[in-house]
């Protein structure tokens, strides 16, 4: 009886050694894979993805002169941006539209000026380190020169061009903010009140926030 006793707990014995070390070899793999994962699998998901359509708004201040005169309209600026990147590796290109109000004017004399309103189309070109993203960029830019003397008020809107460097940083995958410097040139055009063509180049530093679909 002894025997049958002894060998059924040897066999036991046995049966629960085999189980322990098929638990432990399991137990050993998933600790290994989970320490892998991160690397392996998870890393790739980290890259910030600064690839296609965008929407937001901006505040900035402006400053510049009028072209044969020596009124220098200053202000700030407001206004809305929209557009698309599409990206290779950390190389960022894209297109960006723009609109601003501007509160930007300086009086000389008797002669008033003012810019009301412009608004630029541009492409960008950048390289991204991941979620900081640096820029240029260069397009087409129009807007509004408003002139006034006497009571008299003329209005010309021109088109130009415009240039500039920014810096963007990604907050998170869906949300990112900007600073940007624009230099932009509006073309000149025959003014009656002053007699004189009259154009406006200034430059514009802004802020401003992005919402990435």
């Given amino acids: 009886m002894a025997r049958f006793v002894s060998r059924g707990v040897l066999r036991i ?5 085999v189980l322990a070390g098929w638990a432990a ?37 402006a400053w510049g002169t009028v072209d044969n005169s020596p009124a220098k309209p200053s202000g700030f600026v407001i206004g809305a941006q929209g557009g698309y990147n599409w990206q290779n590796g950390p190389w960022v290109f894209g297109v960006e539209g723009d609109i ?37 960029t260069a397009g087409l830019a129009f807007g509004e020169l408003r002139g006034q003397t006497f009571g008299f008020s003329e209005s010309h809107v021109t088109a130009g061009w ?7 940083f990604g907050l998170n995958q869906n949300w990112s ?36 679909f």
């Fill in 13 to 17: 014995a046995l049966g629960a050694g």
């Fill in 25 to 61: 070899s399991a137990d050993a793999a998933d600790f290994n894979y989970g320490q892998r994962a991160p690397y392996t699998v998870n890393q790739p998901l980290n890259m910030y993805s600064w690839a296609g359509p965008y929407l937001g708004g901006n505040l900035g201040y």
């Fill in 100 to 136: 601003q109000a501007t509160g930007a004017d300086d009086t000389f004399a008797p002669w008033k000026f003012s810019n009301p309103w412009f608004g630029t189309v541009r492409g960008r070109a950048g390289y991204a380190f991941n979620n900081i993203l640096f820029y240029g």
């Fill in 162 to 168: 415009t240039g500039g460097v920014g810096a963007e």
């Fill in 177 to 212: 903010a900007k600073i940007e410097y624009l230099y932009v040139d509006l073309s000149e055009s025959q003014f009656v009140v002053t007699g004189v063509q009259n154009g406006y180049r200034f430059g514009v530093v802004r802020a401003g926030v992005n919402y990435h």
